[in-house]
């Protein structure tokens, strides 16, 4: 039996077609109910629950997931008890032995619909947002939810008092104001010993009005800031003609559903009327007297420590004549903006159920659709709902996940994993649930606003959650294509995917690819590079369009390349042609010692693994010339090689991903091992005794019980923002010992 604290049993997640909730003791499955049973707690029972989420940031600032996992283990878990293949070299044996102790641990992880939930936490600039949505509109977390985000807050805070963008970063001026901000919402008293050190950090550091533009943003909605410090988000950019190369259309589409809102909240000067808490809060912030600040002279302050990228001279220039603009503006062209701007927000909210594409516009949009509609409108109601699929609770208290889950995506990874060698086929049920849940989460249709709304055309697609978020991903439609056809192989699914869905999936594959032959994330590249140069983040890089990056390119190569062999007569020209270009986009990338950069993990040990299994697969088959694919395969091996550690294993921290250079972690790291691994067994690779080494690693560290330890984190987005993805643990070394028994 693995150990629940009391604490946690208050919590359970109730999961349906993908779907998270964490519910607060539920009796039944009426979602109001276990929310009146949170509001419920008394304070007695509130101090003896959250004593059971102390954490020890400074051993591991990840948790382990424990509270999902012990609870899902103590109720199914039970040891293998079936066949299990009998081979005369022990070590085979323990190889063997030890796959099937890591698929039957993590089996029993996975849920009814199909799925493995998981904590897909991380950043920590996301409850800030939910917060404020929640305090501007009136609409309060009942009382556990609200002790299980201060226990949060506080977990992560550093040593130096501060809190960072991530939970591994060191202090900056965003995610310490951010966290302050919270646990004051909370109502948390300024006197509180932490936060008394917490302004600490935040004054020798220079004070708020040094936070980035998106700290500026939310401090001005709680009218801790003046708009006039805010620089113009000019909404009449919205109603630019299309063909204009700098229509927010042609934004990544991240970074066009963030600011959607948040030109919105600008053009409305939201802000929420002054109180005790907001009056203290001027004083706690600052340096000087909030009075006596000169706002528009700190819309380009930003804390030193923040700064990832600088605001170009252009951007200056742009903002120049923006926020002059507003001094001059046509009331009826702004009214035209944010009429505009709200019909969109409306079809986001629509198209994605409430959901939206992410957890920033999540409350950015609540924020909107309360102002515009009000507190009892439907809309803002449909909203509310949907605040708790973004809540995680793990060991150390509740977050808020970067995403509404990571279903298909680690659904697809786990079924690939598990199949890659005979031995997955000892678990026929929990693969014919993956299957299900495949099934269940490709997108069947397109919505009437697609096209109006700048949509990417996505029946056939597979979106990176799930079908009811319906974002569609460019790799994800890969992943999940790559997972039906295994199990179709595998013999062991009915295949409801047919055939017109297999090639609904292949078209929408091959719309994606971009004229640089990679692809990118969510949409073709819409515009050119030096819409960078109109950045005004200052603590992300590259967020200006969607990028073709060498892991979607790879994962796009593989799927088609898996396509022509079992429809070889299906568009055979048209994808000959789309893996050779992909191939070629791939070897470029690559860089002079071998290694390929990860744009969305961490690091150099991922992208070289998806940039090798691509090319692997299609060395010999006549898509490039093959001398220069095996010589990139030569180069990314020697790459591998040299930076193996003594114990056989391979590590390397988030700043792999921040500082574009490879950075080795003090210890090797499972997730990273097991990358490295398949990359070197996809590549054949001659000297047998460094996988070896590896795998041994890899079976020193697994539990007794088929589990592996959480480690550093392993997600990555914007180069500078870390993403945990805790069922990579156990997804990618079951995959390198399934190859590596295969
Ligand atoms: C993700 C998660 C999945 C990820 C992969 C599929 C792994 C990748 O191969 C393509 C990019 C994608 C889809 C991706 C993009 C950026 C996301 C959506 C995230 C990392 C999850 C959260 C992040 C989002 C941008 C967070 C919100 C922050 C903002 C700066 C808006």
Same mark, same amino acid.
């Not at 591991?60 to 424990?66: F, H, Q, R, T, V």
């Not at 220079?206 to 936070?211: D, P």
């Not at 409430?354 to 992410?358: K, R």
């Not at 890659?420 to 678990?427: I, T, W, Y």
């Given at each position: 039996m693995l150990k629940v604290k009391s604490g946690w049993k208050n919590w359970q997640l109730l999961t349906e077609k993908g779907r998270h909730i964490w519910a607060f003791?539920? &009796?039944?499955?009426?979602i109001n109910e276990h929310l009146q049973n949170a509001d419920n707690v008394t304070d007695e029972e509130v101090i003896q629950f959250t =004593?059971?989420?102390?954490?020890d940031k400074f051993s /591991?600032?990840?948790?382990?997931? #424990?509270v999902y996992r012990h609870a899902a283990i103590n109720e199914k878990f039970q040891a293998f008890a079936g066949k299990i293949l009998q081979v005369e070299s022990s070590e085979a044996q323990q190889a063997i032995d030890a796959l099937v102790k890591g698929i039957n641990y993590y089996s029993c992880l996975q849920s009814d619909d199909g799925h493995w939930p998981g904590d897909y936490g991380g950043p920590l600039f996301l409850l800030p947002g939910l917060l404020i949505a929640s305090y501007i509109s009136e609409t309060p977390f009942p009382k556990a939810h609200r002790e299980m985000m201060k226990v949060y807050l506080f977990n992560h805070q550093n040593k130096d008092a501060g809190w960072g963008?991530?939970? =591994? &970063?060191e202090s900056t001026m965003f995610g310490t104001v951010m966290q302050y901000v919270s646990l004051r919402i909370l109502?948390?008293?300024? /006197?509180?010993e932490q936060l008394i050190k917490a302004r600490e950090w935040i004054g020798d550091n220079? $004070?708020?009005?040094?936070?980035p533009s998106w700290g500026k943003f939310y401090l001005s909605i709680l009218n801790l800031?003046? !708009?006039?410090g805010f620089n113009s988000l000019?909404?009449?950019? @919205?109603?630019?003609?299309?063909?204009?190369?700098?229509?927010? !259309? *042609?934004?990544w589409c991240h970074t066009r559903m963030v600011y959607l809102p948040m030109a919105y909240c600008y053009a409305e000067r939201i802000k929420v009327p002054e109180n005790a808490l907001i009056l203290s809060l001027r004083q706690e912030l600052y340096n000087e007297a909030f009075e006596t600040i000169d706002w528009p002279k700190?819309?380009?302050?930003?804390c030193e420590k923040d700064c990832y990228t600088t605001p170009s001279p252009v951007l200056k220039w742009m903002n120049f004549f923006t926020n002059n603009y507003e001094k001059c503006k046509l009331p009826w062209l702004r009214k035209k903006a944010t009429d505009y701007i709200l019909k969109y927000l409306n079809a986001e909210d629509e198209q994605t159920n %409430?959901?939206?594409? &992410?957890p920033v516009n999540k409350a950015i949009n609540s924020i909107c659709i309360w102002h515009a509609?009000?507190?009892?409108?439907e809309q803002f109601k449909k909203h509310v709902a949907r605040w708790y699929d973004y809540l995680w609770v793990a060991e150390d208290g509740m977050k808020m996940s970067g %995403?509404? $889950?990571?279903q298909l995506w680690d659904t697809a990874f786990s079924t690939r994993a598990i199949l890659?060698?005979?031995? $997955?086929?000892?678990?026929p049920a929990t693969l014919e649930k993956s299957y299900q849940f495949i099934d269940l989460s490709q997108i069947k249709s397109e919505h009437a606003t697609h096209t109006e709304f700048f949509r990417?055309?996505?029946?056939g697609s597979w979106p990176f959650s799930t079908a009811e978020q319906g974002w569609p991903v460019a790799d994800c439609t890969a992943e999940g294509l790559s997972a039906t056809l295994a199990l179709h192989h595998s013999g062991?699914? #009915?295949?409801?995917?047919d055939e017109q869905r297999i090639k609904q999936a292949i078209d929408t594959l091959l719309s994606y690819q971009n004229a640089d032959g990679g692809w990118a994330t969510y949409?073709?590249? *819409?515009?050119? #590079? @030096?819409?960078?140069?109109?950045?005004?983040?200052?603590?992300?890089?590259?967020?200006m369009i969607d990028y073709s990056w060498t892991e979607c390119t790879a994962a796009c190569v593989i799927s088609l390349l898996e396509i022509q062999e079992d429809y070889?007569? %299906?568009k055979s020209s048209e994808i000959h042609k789309a893996v050779s270009t992909g191939l070629s986009f791939i070897v470029k990338q690559q860089?002079?010692?071998?290694s390929w950069y990860g744009g969305?993990?961490?690091?150099f040990t991922y992208a070289t693994w998806f940039g090798i299994e691509a090319i692997g697969k299609a #060395?010999?088959? &006549?898509?490039?010339?093959d001398a220069i694919l095996v010589d990139s395969i030569n180069k990314a091996c020697a790459f591998l090689v040299s930076r193996?550690?003594?114990?056989?294993g391979w590590g390397e921290t988030f700043e792999s991903c921040s500082k574009l250079v490879y950075t080795e972690a003090a210890t090797s790291q499972v997730v990273n091992t097991a990358w490295a691994l398949l990359a070197l067994m996809a590549a054949n690779f001659g000297d047998k005794k460094i996988i070896e080494n590896g795998i041994n690693m890899l079976l020193k560290r697994q539990?007794?019980?088929g589990d592996w330890p959480q480690e550093n984190i392993s997600g990555v987005f914007n180069y500078n923002c870390m993403i945990t993805y805790s069922n990579y643990r156990n997804i990618f070394p079951i995959w390198a010992l399934s190859r590596y028994c295969r």
């Open positions: 003791k539920p &009796g039944s499955s009426n =004593e059971d989420f102390q954490f /591991n600032p990840n948790s382990g997931d #424990k963008m991530h939970i =591994e &970063g109502g948390v008293d300024k /006197n509180h220079g $004070g708020a009005t040094g936070i800031y003046d !708009w006039q000019f909404p009449e950019m @919205w109603l630019f003609p299309k063909w204009l190369p700098v229509h927010p !259309w *042609r934004y700190q819309r380009t302050t930003v %409430y959901l939206n594409i &992410g509609y009000g507190k009892d409108s %995403y509404n $889950g990571s890659e060698s005979d031995l $997955g086929k000892l678990f990417h055309p996505m029946i062991l699914v #009915k295949p409801i995917i949409e073709l590249t *819409r515009s050119a #590079k @030096w819409l960078e140069k109109l950045n005004p983040s200052e603590v992300f890089a590259d967020i070889p007569e %299906y860089k002079t010692d071998g969305w993990a961490v690091c #060395k010999g088959k &006549g898509y490039c010339d193996q550690k003594t114990d056989g539990s007794d019980i």
